[in-house]
């Protein structure tokens, strides 16, 4: 009866051992979860803040060509485009 009690004992044991490496296999597998997810957000944050002074200024840009269009006459327009269809 001793052997049997023993035997539960060491089962027991290993049980536990297995469920105290699988809840740390899980702490790991959520902390490099977390790592992943803060340099992906770190990463995407730069790129925005890369992009967004870049978008301004050729949107600033845009608006200075379409303005200086817009201050031509159309027929004056429509000459400068047939010299370059003709030069093309």
Known sequence: MSNVYSMQDKLDLLVTTLKIDQQNLI????????????????????????????YSYFQSKKEFVLRLFASLEPTSVK???????DSI
Not at 79 to 85: A, F, G, H, V
């Open 27 to 54: 702490d790991e597998m959520k902390f490099l979860v977390k790592m992943t997810l803060i340099i992906i957000i770190l990463i995407s944050s730069m790129i925005a803040m890369i992009i967004i002074p870049f």
């Open 79 to 85: 000459e400068m485009y047939e010299i370059l269809l």
